[in-house]
């Protein structure tokens, strides 16, 4: 396996990182995959989850995104996010908050797209909680 | 003629109208700089976005059923005007080259007998819009980036329109905003944010290795999530032009207010000295004439 494979996170606010590595697995809507050099290019979309930056066969580093898009072409990956934070960063009770948070909005909802909305902001909040208890056991 | 009492008071009076114009257009070029960083800052995410839409859209357009955020309803007949301006004045012309250039544009479509509707971004446009096309107002959204304007602006921005869209309450929308140039030049600009316009230019540059992408889960699954994120990335980009030109206008403004003051106090001394000197002269002489009586 030859070369690097350049990674860049951004959010609308700003750029994010901008590296090199070896893998980086993102989490997919239709499940996770690694993209390593020569991958085909590719756009998915993101479910909210964790990518996994790895060099030299560890991992560098985790960062938890709330979704977004993810683009492959020529060695480089794109990944477009709204928010994003090292998963070492992330507590349990920031999670909860927002979970909480999320569920009193969907209490509150009255009209059909707010409820939609907030049902997704549920949703979103549950599966980051689900994978920030997958990787607090290792 | 003014005593000499009135004029001093008249030189006080300007000097500290002076100080303050000073002190906003230090606040101004502070606050324009960190505009700009973050204008810049926030350019690679909507040049990945664009070209990611670019590569997609080129493949759906033209199919049956595309989403309608990209295709349009199939009418222009109900028009969703867009007017970003600030919610402070004091800066220039800022305001008022947006509302004329969006007054053009509403009285253009309105002669072509389109339903107009009008969103107001900002205090400052509706004040002015209110006067000619009241019934035209569909709302008005204010204290956008009061201190430090965040993606979430844009999403409130956004959602709004997009949630109108959803209901159906129009076919197009546009948006009117100044585009930043430099701290003297800002330029207005109207940019058709609903149906999203083609992105040609684009695609032609897109280099020789234009690769032809594998989708996860389906074009349409992608676009139908690309497509509403763009509407905030491109409200986004708007209002983040428009907090920088605010800024370079208002610099720009007390940059010449603060001139202005000097220029006027400088007259206002010459005046001054004049008149104390014909106060001296004229006392001298009805001493000098005086002792010539006696």
């Given at each position: 396996m030859a070369g690097k494979i350049a990674f860049e996170l951004v959010s609308p606010e700003r750029l994010l990182e901008s590296s090199e590595a070896d893998m980086v697995v993102v989490p997919g809507s239709e499940g996770d995959f690694g993209v390593l050099?020569?991958?085909?290019p590719l756009i998915s979309t993101l479910r909210p989850g964790v990518i996994a930056i790895y060099d030299a066969g560890t991992v560098r580093q985790r960062i938890m995104v709330t979704g977004g898009f993810a683009e492959v072409s020529n060695d480089r990956l794109t990944v477009l996010v709204e928010e994003a934070m090292p998963l070492a960063d992330v507590s349990v009770t920031q999670l909860e908050g927002k979970l909480r948070q999320a569920q009193e909005a969907l209490a509150e909802a009255t009209d059909p797209a707010a409820r939609e909305s907030a049902e997704k902001q549920v949703l979103m909040a549950q599966s980051l909680r689900r994978a920030y208890d997958f990787y607090a056991t290792r | 003629m003014p005593s000499l009492k009135e004029y001093r008071l008249r030189i006080r009076s300007v000097r500290s109208t002076q100080k303050i114009t000073k002190a906003m257009k230090m606040v101004a070029a502070a606050k324009l700089r960190r505009a700009q960083e973050q204008a810049q800052a926030a350019r690679p995410y909507a040049e990945r976005m664009e070209r990611m839409l670019a590569s997609l859209a080129a493949n759906v357009r033209g199919m049956a059923g595309a989403p309608a955020l990209l295709a349009g309803t199939g009418a222009d007949k109900r028009q969703l005007v867009i007017v970003a301006t600030s919610d402070?004045?004091?800066?220039?012309s800022f305001n008022s080259t947006i509302v004329r250039e969006a007054r053009r544009v509403i009285r253009g479509l309105l002669a072509e007998g389109k339903d107009v509707r009008v969103l107001c971004v900002g205090r400052k446009g509706r004040d002015q819009l209110r006067r000619d096309f009241a019934p035209l107002l569909a709302g008005t959204i204010d204290e956008?980036?009061?201190?430090r304007l965040t993606f979430a602006d844009a999403i409130r921005v956004s959602d709004h329109v997009a949630q109108m869209f959803a209901a159906g309450e129009f076919d197009v929308a546009t948006v009117v905003y100044n585009r930043f140039k430099s701290a003297i030049s800002q330029i207005v600009t109207v940019q058709q944010l609903i149906p999203l316009p083609a992105p040609a230019e684009v695609e032609i540059k897109?280099?020789?290795?234009k690769a032809v992408y594998e989708f996860e889960p389906s074009e349409e699954g992608i676009l139908a999530e690309l497509l509403p994120l763009n509407l905030r990335v491109q409200m986004f980009r708007a209002l983040l032009e428009n907090a920088a030109s605010e800024q370079g206008a208002r610099m720009t403004a007390m940059d010449n207010a603060t001139r202005n003051a000097g220029d006027m106090i400088n007259g206002l001394t010459q005046s001054y000295n004049r008149q104390r000197q014909a106060v001296i002269t004229k006392e001298l002489i009805e001493i000098i004439s005086g002792a010539d009586a006696l």
């Open positions: 050099p020569g991958h085909v | 402070r004045g004091l800066c220039g956008v980036g009061r201190k897109a280099d020789g290795a």
